[in-house]
């Protein structure tokens, strides 16, 4: 399938073939929509800097236009299909042989880490473990994908990602628009729009405009805290009652009263006036640490 569709004058002729001669369709369910713009795909693997020795997971494969792409230009490529027939397309017109392993399972439900530890033995030496993504996601799951790799004990170098437009101008979002979505992904690395996809770029096309997004992962986290659950459960708080004050927010989401959110805010120098988009990573950070020391104290005045 590789050369097929590298050699193809029309990706969407070759989409169109594929479909038909396997008697499939897109499913709506798992948001289906094949990229056949080539222009695109060039676009999406230049993002992704990708080398003779690098490791690539590619998630949601699909007909594997983009993994055509990918075993050329990478090392070895992981690609974890959820569905069934698309993955045993990717078997059978692939070689497997080559540089490529056809994973049938939700990536949801797999550590990363445990895709590594699972690599064939033919594998060359030289292929780096520090792994990227690439990948060219449906919509609904975007979220949680990203939130399954960014969080897991073997984090990607970078993820290279077409996602719906909105979400990655949101991710990228400065403090005034900042959510509890971009405050997660630039707690862990550093997001940058790579270009615009018009709809027409995919087939069946989807209602919206999509974009190619590239998060350079940090080696460690852009603000240091002692606790990432805790910090991300205040985060959280803060979001709940969006659009709010931050006190009646924190208040909200905490369970507690305002006259117990006051010193918190005043010990980070934050005016609870403010709303939870206008904090940066950094006030988050400070509110946090005052929330230990605060806590540290309490406990202590009880002993």
């Not at 994973?103 to 445990?114: A, C, K, S, T, V």
């Not at 999509?210 to 979001?239: C, H, Q, T, W």
Request: net charge neutral; hydrophobic share 40%.
């Amino acid at each position: 399938m590789n050369d097929k569709f590298l050699r193809s004058d029309s990706l969407l002729n070759e989409t169109r073939r594929l479909l038909n001669q396997y008697g499939l369709h897109a499913r709506k369910g798992l948001a289906q929509h094949f990229l056949i713009n080539r222009d695109v795909l060039h676009k999406i693997t230049a993002a992704a800097e990708l080398v003779k020795n690098d490791l690539v997971m590619e998630i949601g494969p699909g007909l594997g236009v983009l993994t055509a792409e990918l075993v050329v230009k990478a090392g070895w490529v992981i690609a974890v299909e959820l569905d069934n027939q698309l993955a045993a397309i990717l078997k059978e017109n692939i070689p497997l042989s080559h540089n490529l392993t056809v994973i049938n399972r939700d990536i949801l439900e797999i550590e990363p880490g445990d895709l590594l530890k699972g690599l064939p033995p033919e594998m060359p030496a030289d292929v780096n473990k520090s792994y990227k993504v690439v990948a060219n996601l449906p919509y609904y799951i975007t979220s949680h994908v990203l939130r399954h790799f960014l969080e897991a004990a073997v984090k990607p170098k970078i993820m290279v990602i077409t996602i719906q437009k909105e979400l990655a101008q949101s991710i990228i979002a400065q403090p005034g628009e900042m959510s509890l979505l971009s405050n997660s992904v630039q707690f862990y690395g550093k997001p940058k729009i790579i270009s615009y996809i018009p709809p027409e770029c995919f087939y069946p096309p989807p209602k919206v405009h999509s974009a190619i997004l590239r998060i350079d992962i940090y080696p460690r986290p852009a603000v240091e805290v002692r606790d990432e659950s805790s910090f991300f459960r205040l985060l959280r708080a803060g979001f709940k009652a969006n659009r709010k004050q931050i006190i009646n927010s924190l208040s909200s989401g905490l369970g507690l009263p305002k006259q117990e959110i006051q010193p918190l805010l005043n010990d980070a120098g934050i005016d609870p006036k403010r709303r939870a988009e206008t904090l940066s990573l950094e006030d988050w950070a400070r509110l946090f640490q005052a929330c230990i020391e605060i806590g540290n104290a309490d406990s202590s005045s009880t002993r």
